[in-house]
């Protein structure tokens, strides 16, 4: 399945521009999808997939034709 991914580039994906069309097996999830980034880091838990213009959680599957924007919220002050 095709999903297109983007990201803020802060993220910085080796080798992955943001907005590409990548490919997926069927059933894979925000989370498996993370994963194969090497997003594992503690920070992790604060990762927000936004799949089609929604919240959603990381264990969410995706289906052929999703968008997902994988969205790290930033604080400070």
């Given at each position: 399945m095709?999903i297109?991914v983007e990201?803020?580039g802060?993220?910085?994906?080796?080798?992955?521009?943001?907005g590409?069309?990548?490919?997926?097996?069927?059933?894979?999830?925000?989370?498996g999808?993370?994963d194969?980034?090497?997003?594992?880091?503690?920070?992790?838990?604060y990762?927000v997939?936004?799949?089609?213009s929604?919240?959603?959680?990381?264990?969410?599957?995706l289906?052929?034709?999703?968008?997902?924007?994988?969205y790290?919220?930033?604080?400070?002050g």
């Amino acid at each position: 399945m095709n999903i297109t991914v983007e990201y803020v580039g802060f993220l910085k994906l080796e080798g992955i521009k943001s907005g590409s069309v990548l490919e997926f097996p069927e059933g894979t999830t925000a989370a498996g999808v993370l994963d194969g980034f090497g997003l594992t880091g503690s920070y992790r838990k604060y990762i927000v997939p936004i799949v089609n213009s929604e919240r959603s959680p990381q264990e969410r599957a995706l289906k052929d034709g999703d968008h997902l924007f994988i969205y790290l919220p930033v604080g400070g002050g």
